[in-house]
């Protein structure tokens, strides 16, 4: 793992890495002055946050990659989870949320050769942009940050040293603060996101019938209608 205090994207960074030496890489860092987000999204960094990046090679075939957004989103979850005891929602494809906010997000980029998997999550913000939020109360201090990355990157590869097809469906529709929502998507979709397929995608009702929706296929979907959290909430407490 590669530490830093200051990159200028730790995409970047780990992407070269990874060209470099032709092995996996895990860059986290305190600041970055590059930071972006899904198709260029403008970024905003908080007072604290988990700014990490992988770069490997998933043994899964190319064409099943599409997934590792939500396996990533999963396996921040449930690192946030052993470290902090506070439960995230996902929001499909890519965001983390809790019902303050968003919290952090999965930035997936890809090449014939590798893929490099970056999450970033408000741990704490003592001023958030307008929707946005952070995980924690309280600054929890530098030294969380590089456990937090490797534990995250260890949960990618223990989820994805099985097959595909067991990538954390269930799992992952039970996190879905999605689900039961109005959604819209470019260029001209709309409908009620009712289920997630067995390979991610996520099924929606529209006008004209059921559409299932692919996680790279889809350049922005948004939600119509807020969510029905406590029902979303599955019994737990939200911290």
Not at 29 to 46: D, I, V
Request: hydrophobic content about 45%; aromatic content about 8%; overall charge negative.
């Amino acid at each position: 793992m590669l530490e830093a205090d200051r990159v200028v994207s730790t995409q970047d960074r780990a992407a070269q890495a990874m060209d470099e030496t032709g092995r996996p890489a895990l860059v986290v860092a305190a600041h970055q002055t590059g930071g972006r987000g899904r198709y260029g999204a403008e970024w905003w960094e908080p007072d604290r946050a988990l700014m990490a990046s992988l770069a490997f090679r998933p043994h899964w075939p190319v064409e099943r990659w599409w997934i590792v957004p939500l396996v990533a989103g999963l396996a921040v979850r449930s690192a946030v989870f052993e470290t902090f005891a506070v439960t995230l929602m996902l929001k499909w494809p890519n965001d983390l949320f809790t019902p303050r906010g968003k919290v952090g997000g999965i930035l997936t980029e890809a090449t014939d050769d590798r893929i490099v998997v970056g999450c970033g999550v408000n741990l704490w913000w003592q001023e958030p942009r307008e929707a946005a939020a952070s995980v924690l109360p309280a600054d929890p201090g530098i030294e969380v940050v590089a456990p937090l990355a490797r534990l995250w990157a260890d949960h990618i590869q223990q989820r994805l040293a099985g097959p595909p097809e067991a990538w954390g469906h269930d799992e992952y529709r039970d996190a879905c603060w999605t689900l039961g929502t109005e959604i819209v998507w470019e260029p001209d979709g709309r409908g009620v996101a009712v289920d997630i397929a067995p390979d991610g995608g996520l099924i929606v009702q529209t006008a004209v019938g059921r559409e299932v929706l692919r996680s790279g296929a889809v350049r922005s979907v948004r939600t119509a209608t807020l969510p029905a959290r406590e029902e979303r909430l599955g019994g737990e407490e939200w911290v």
